[in-house]
Every structure is written in C-alpha cells, then in structure tokens.
C-alpha cells in the first residue's frame, strides 16, 4: 500500500484532493451499528457533512472536514445513522439496523444472468432443488444472451439453447431472445437499465462482475458466481455480507474535454485495482447531480475493477425522469444520512483534471493521454457495458466530425445501435453517428454483444490481436482475445481522437 507521502504526492500530481487518515497509514476500524428508519417515498436533500468516529483526517488541496458531534436521541435511545448501501441491506434483510461486517439474508429483487453464467446457474438449481423445480419468481428473473452470440461456435450457441429451454419451461417473463431482434437488447448491463429492470432501493444480482453498473440508480448491485446465482434462483434471497462505505466527493465543472470515464480512471489509479475490496463506493457532489444517467453507469461499471463489492449513486430527479415510462413498479429510493460513517473519503475538483487512459495491463496503470502521445496503435474499439451507451458514441462522433482520416470499430446496444442511425451528432450538419463513422473510414456499427471486449470464440468480431486504444473495462494480457495483446483504455472522446492520428491522442488537440 502506498505511504500517506506517496498518496498525497500522487494527488498533487494529478491535480486531485485526497484525504488520507492520520497516523496508521489508512487502516481504520470498522464503524459502529446504524439504525433504519421509517420508509420513504421521497430522497431528502443529501448533505455534504459526514462524521469518522474513530479517525481524523487531513486534506491534500482540500480543506479539513470538521467533526461534529451528534446529540444523544431524547429517547435514550441512540439511532445511529446509516450509508445508501447499509440502508438498502437493511431493507431487504428486514432489519433495523446493520454493522459492516455483519453477514445478513437480503432478499433479492432481480437476478439476471446470460448465456455464459446461466447455464451453470442452471445446472446448480437443478441439482440442488430438484429437476423439476420452479425459480422462486418467474418475473424477477432476467436471461439475458449478450456475450457469445453471433459465432458459429456450437459450444456458444448451446448455451444460448439453454437459456432458451430454460425460458420455456419457467415460463420466465424476461427473456431477451436473440432469435427475436425485436425483443432482443444486447449487452445485458445496459439492457436492464433501458428495460427498467434497475430501481432505486433494491437488490439487484447478476452472474456478471459489472452488474454494479445498476449502483448508478441508487440501489444495490452487484456481481455473483453460478453457486449463489444457483441459490438465489431457488430461494430468492443470498447471505451477503455488509459492506464499509467509501465515500467519493466529485466536485467542479467537468471540462468539455473530459468524459465520465476519465473520472473512474482517475480514481482507479488513485486507489489501485486493490482499494475498494470488499467496499462500497459512493458518489456525491455537484459533478454527480450534474450527470446524466449513463454518466453514473460508467462511474459504477468500473468499481469493480478497484475490487468494490458495489458502487452507488443517490438517486435524483434524473434518476426518476429517466425511469418514467420504464416500469410501474413502485420504489423507495434512499440516500447516506448526513451523519453517516464512511470508512474513507476522497474528493477530486474534476475542473482540474486532464484525460488520462490506463496502459497495458491493468486497470490502475493510469497515464495522462498527452504523455502517451508516441504510442502508435493499430485499432481503435469504441463500444461495451462501459463506453459503448449512445452518449459514448455521441461523444466519439462530435470528435470524429472534426476530421475524417484513420479507422476504428463500434460496438454497442441494439436500442443504442438504432440510435447510431437516426440520431444527429451536434456541430456535424445533421450528419447521423453512423453516417459520421462511415465518412471517417469506419467499419460499419455493427449487432451488440459483449464478445470482442472478453475476447470470444475465434470469429468474433473485433477479436483483438494489436496495440488498441479501447473504451472498456480491462485490460488484462488475454482479456480482448490475445495474450500479447497491448490495451490502453480510454474514454469516447481519446478513443476517438486516437482513431484519427493513429497514437494514443489526448482530445484536446480537436475539441477547443
């Protein structure tokens, strides 16, 4: 683990504030207990002052928060004061109030898996409720096909068949069949969000490592292995244990060369691919409130890669303006109370911050694209669960507009690929994002699946061999198909401005 020294010395290079506990280097104690209060229809107004019982800390271009005292309950009673993630556990295991640490029953509201995960699931539900059993809820269930789908690989698309059969005998009603492209949705992640499977308050489990994506609609979310899925499928409900908080404080105006997905990257490579293990991680502050939804998703998509349990964004009037028309299932949002305890904060003026990719291999290996301007590429990938939403693709055409030299690959969402051919990008004459791809050398968009960003089976497209710029989520030696392989993850916009020059391009040499 980095030094306080070398932490603070990290943030003043990258122009971020990072508060660092005094004394024991960042081992802090678990917190006390908290208590859950009544039900709520409505968010309260979130407030920026927290307490750390047991730790002071000192700030790094950031001013000292101050402690404050909480008052004992008139009751003689002390309540004590719960994070997002905390009150959604308490919910759904019932109690009144939880410890981090502490291993509760929560009950789930969704569990979604696809065609890699489900047919291990599957197996294990058979197995271990019987062969004829029925899943405890066939509407909370979600199958979902994105991963190996378009291939002739026969292993792959029996898996699909398994789904499909699966479907059937369950009478499961979400079932995304790729056989039927008006029903099908693509990438499952973001999939569940346009289909209104992601609603504040609630418990939402995946067999996929991003399904924290969902975190940015304010509930909890996270990834889990076939055994649990298993499990859950039978029961409706997994033990969990609870999760300390982390708290990250996202404040400033975002720069117009500056994409959400800087930020994740910025705060992976502040706290490495280790920081968040088995945490939650918040995000709060005037930059959140001002992003849109799919900004959040690819905040919380990549919590995961610091070793987050979940990641969590309140949810705001953009949050349920986003759901509105979505689903007619009624939810209790929730938000940290202001006393709340957070293992540790972190805060970033994101005015201050430059784009930055990280270098092969890992996720933390962060760099500031204009210091990697001699590295040559050969493919571009602008597409997946992380960078591959309509407004990613927006962002990479606004940019591709500007010149039309050099080639790269999309990948997306169906819903999102439909959106490629009929909305136009601002500043490119009416232009559509396909028509700009196209002009600029582009392959054509092509059917969403999630294959190139794992590496599928040998024909999938994409299937990376080469020095790649890419906007997804890893950049482990194999992850996109290869082991030799060199993956420089970025956002839309240096994807797009890298696809153009034929380096890895920091995009401020086209967005003035």
């Known amino acids: ?58 700030a790094v ?17 002390v309540k004590h004061a719960l994070t997002a993630t905390e009150k959604i556990l308490a919910r759904a295991s019932e109690k009144t109030q939880l410890v981090p640490g502490e291993n509760v029953w929560v009950k789930a509201d ?15 539900f058979k197995r271990e409720f019987g062969k004829d059993a029925k899943v405890w809820d066939r509407e909370k269930v979600v199958l979902i096909p994105d991963h190996y789908i378009f291939t ?4 792959a698309n029996r898996n699909v068949d398994i789904l499909r059969e699966f479907a059937l005998e369950q009478d499961i009603k979400y079932f995304y069949d790729i056989k039927d492209r008006s029903n099908f ?59 300390p908080t982390l708290r990250f404080v996202l404040d400033g105006e975002m720069p117009k060369h500056l994409l959400t997905k800087d930020l994740i990257l910025q705060i992976i490579g502040e706290i490495s691919v280790a920081g968040a293990t088995y945490k939650a991680m918040e995000f709060v502050g005037s930059a959140v409130d001002k992003m849109t939804m799919e900004d959040r998703m690819t905040l919380c998509n990549m919590v995961v890669e610091a070793g987050a349990k ?16 979505k689903t007619s299932i009624p939810y209790e949002p929730v938000s940290s109370d202001g006393a709340a305890s957070f293992l540790q904060e972190y805060r970033f003026d994101v005015s201050k911050l430059e784009p930055v990719v990280a270098k092969p291999h890992s996720p933390d290996n962060r760099g500031l694209a204009r210091e990697c301007k001699d590295v040559k590429i050969d493919r571009v990938y602008i597409g997946s669960c992380t960078g591959g939403k309509t407004e990613d693709f927006l962002a990479a055409a606004e940019l591709m507009a500007i010149s039309v030299s050099s080639t790269f ?26 028509e700009v791809f196209t002009k600029a050398g582009c392959d054509t968009p092509t059917a969403p699946s999630c294959g190139a960003c794992l590496g599928g089976p040998q024909d999938t497209y994409a299937r990376m061999n080469e020095i790649c710029v890419s906007t997804t989520n890893r950049n482990f030696p194999g992850r996109m198909g290869n082991k030799d392989a060199q993956i420089y993850l970025a956002s839309p916009y240096t994807a797009a401005a890298s696809a153009l020059t034929g380096f890895v391009t920091d995009p401020r040499e086209f967005l003035s």
């Not at 504030?17 to 709520?40: E, H």
């Not at 309140?314 to 349920?320: G, H, I, K, L, Q």
Request: net charge negative.
């Open 310 to 325: 979940n990641g969590v964004v309140p949810a705001d009037s953009t949050t349920f303006k986003y759901l509105e028309g």
């Open 61 to 77: 271009m950031a001013p000292p928060q101050l402690q404050q005292q909480r008052s004992p309950a008139s009751s003689g009673i």
């Open 152 to 155: 002739a690989d026969e292993r």
């Open 110 to 124: 969704i569990l979604m898996t696809h065609d890699v995960g489900a047919p291990g699931t599957i197996g294990i």
């Open 409 to 434: 690959v999309p990948n997306d969402n169906l819903l999102v690929w439909l959106d490629l051919f009929t909305l136009p990008v601002p500043g490119a004459e009416g232009l559509t994002c396909a």
């Open 1 to 58: 683990m980095a030094t306080v020294a070398t932490a603070a010395a990290a943030a003043a290079r990258h122009n971020a504030a990072l508060l660092v506990p005094k004394g024991d280097g960042g081992n802090l104690p678990v917190l006390d207990s908290g208590f859950f209060g009544p039900r709520v229809a409505f968010v309260p107004e979130f407030s920026p002052t927290c307490t750390q019982r047991n730790a002071s800390v000192r």
């Open 185 to 243: 949705r693509g990438v499952c992640h973001v999939a569940l969000a346009q289909e209104g499977h992601c609603r504040p308050g609630e418990v939402l489990f995946g067999t996929d490592s991003h399904t924290c994506n969902a975190g940015a609609f304010g509930q909890f979310a996270t990834g889990i292995g076939n055994t649990d899925a298993g499990f859950i499928m039978g029961t409706g409900q997994l033990l969990i244990k609870v999760p």
